[in-house]
């Protein structure tokens, strides 16, 4: 019998892993700890209507202290745990209090990659409420934006700025930021979409230094450019917060390594669960890691179950997904694209006039080598984004994916490949 | 029983819900949620309540009839 379960990450995963262990029933004790003094907060806002001004701190909230009491979780705030002792079955906090437990379940997230130059001050990164409230006072002044990086936070940050009235640069050492993750073809349309919404981009170029202050800041670029800015914001990614594991003797690499359940391997009572966790996923035939929200809910779940019942585990192989709002568009990306050999386009974001009522929207259906569908790009259209989530739960192959989807488009969007 | 209920202005359209509980929701053309249905059974209830937690803006609600 499970007595007790500490939590370590009061964010999402940690948030959802206690919610989910109360609606199964489990009636033990539940302890959720956080490094932050805040109420459990959501991120996705931070980057877009919590940054813009449209959303007010409630709206971002994800457990009120009631709401807290009420599922009886132990809330302790404000301290960070520094050491997880496996054999005694404690986690040690920052401030030397050490907290035992039947089952813990890391959830301790990742961080943003810290900034590689150094100002004086106006250069942020973005990851925590604290980061959006202080990007959010800069942004409101008048003065050119810089981002660096071109990847999903840094194409939000750029467009929440652009929509605040100001001028702003994104700046990747990749020619086409996205194209990575989606392809050449379809990585270009995002390039396009920046110029339509004036926003200038500086891709291919890398950055050599950011120096001088808020309102008063230089970026100089590997091509020898120069670029003056009120404001720069670095959006190069995240790393793991699993540092403070390494004294644990669990094996830590790019994450908490763990097996199909989610597990930590070596350790059957310690779980992860959200960004830190790498987990074999049966589906992949290799341990991924994945930083995104739906995952963290839904890995929430099955870790949630399988604390609650070891007699019967289920493996974690979740349809990976992830949304991001930029400008008009509304993109989802379900699967994973960059397991996919080639891809077929239906509809066409290039002419916003396309569709006559409204914005353009199109789907990028992607396929592997042995023509399984295995992944989708979706832009403004949620009846594709809901067939393609279905096919790709159910395993279709590539051709039935496409014929239900060029069905579903009509006659008027022809494909083009 | 219970009763399930939908904030059509704060939906986004992410659709986490319609995957959660397909014969319960679904999702127009235009991005908004459609409930399939306003009462459930005591069985459909988890996969409800995973629907309501896996909503990104929290715009579904189910409540005790
Ligand atoms: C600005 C922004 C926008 C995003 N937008 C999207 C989006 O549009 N779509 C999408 O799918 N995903 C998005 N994401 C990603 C998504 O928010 C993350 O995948 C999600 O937050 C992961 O949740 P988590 O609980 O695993 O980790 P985190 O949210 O990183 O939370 C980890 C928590 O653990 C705490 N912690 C860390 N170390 C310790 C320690 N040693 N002791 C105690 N506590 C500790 C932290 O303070 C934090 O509260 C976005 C992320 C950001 C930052
Ligand atoms: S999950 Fe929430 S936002 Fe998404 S379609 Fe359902 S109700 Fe709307």
Redesign the interface.
């Known amino acids: 019998m499970t007595a007790s379960v500490v939590i370590v990450g009061s964010s999402v995963a940690g948030v959802r892993t206690a919610q989910a262990l109360r609606r199964g029933a489990y009636e033990g004790r539940i302890v959720l700890l956080g490094a932050e003094s805040e109420l459990p907060y959501d991120k996705p806002p931070l980057s877009k209507q919590f940054l813009a001004g449209e959303w007010p701190a409630e709206r971002v909230a994800l457990l009120s202290a009631e709401a807290a009491e009420q599922a009886r979780i132990e809330l302790q705030l404000g301290v960070a745990a520094d050491h997880l002792d496996v054999a005694e079955r404690q986690v040690v906090m920052a401030n030397g209090k050490r907290i035992g437990y039947d089952v813990v379940v890391l959830a301790t997230g990742s961080q943003a990659r810290p900034s590689p130059w150094v100002a004086e001050s106006g250069l942020h990164v973005l990851r925590t409420i604290a980061d959006s409230q202080a990007l959010a006072a800069d942004l409101a002044r008048d003065g050119p934006v810089v981002v660096v990086g071109g990847g999903f936070i840094g194409a939000e940050v750029a467009a929440t700025a652009r929509s605040l009235g100001r001028e702003v640069t994104i700046v990747d050492p990749l020619e086409v930021p996205v194209g990575r993750l989606l392809g050449r073809e379809v990585g270009s349309m995002f390039v396009d979409l920046h110029h339509r919404n004036r926003v200038a981009t500086h891709f291919g170029t890398g950055v050599k230094s950011v120096e001088g202050r808020a309102g008063q800041l230089t970026v100089r670029l590997t091509d020898g450019q120069t670029l003056t800015a009120a404001t720069v914001v670095v959006g190069i990614g995240a790393l793991p917060n699993d540092s403070w594991l390494a004294s644990s003797g669990l094996l830590v690499d790019d994450g908490v390594v763990c097996d199909e359940y989610c597990r930590a391997v070596n350790a059957p009572e310690v779980f992860a669960v959200g960004d830190v966790a790498r987990w074999m996923h049966l589906g992949y035939g290799e341990s991924c890691r994945v930083e995104h929200w739906t995952n963290a809910v839904d890995q929430a779940a099955c870790v949630a179950h399988n604390v609650f019942h070891p007699e019967a585990l289920r493996a974690y192989r979740p349809v990976e997904y992830v949304w991001s709002d930029q400008y008009d568009w509304k993109i989802q990306i379900v699967g994973r694209p960059t397991r996919a050999t080639s891809h077929c386009l239906i509809g066409d974001l290039g002419r916003p006039s396309a569709r006559a009522a409204g914005k353009p929207r199109a789907v990028a259906l992607y396929k592997d080598d042995s023509a399984q569908f295995t992944a989708a790009a979706i832009v403004n259209w949620p009846k594709a984004l809901v067939t393609a989530r279905r096919l790709l739960a159910v395993g279709s192959s590539f051709d039935d994916a496409l014929s239900q989807l060029e069905q579903l488009a009509g006659p008027r969007m022809e494909p083009i490949s | 029983m219970a009763v399930v209920k939908a904030d059509f202005e704060t939906c ?5 819900c ?2 959660a509980a ?1 014969e319960v929701y ?6 908004t949620v459609v409930l399939l249905k306003e009462e459930i059974t005591d069985e459909e209830r ?1 996969k409800v ?2 629907a309501v ?2 909503c ?1 803006v929290s715009a579904l609600s189910v409540e005790d009839a």
Do not use: L, T
């Open positions: 986004q359209g992410y659709a986490n319609v995957m397909p679904d999702i127009d053309d235009e991005g988890a309540d995973e937690n896996s990104p």
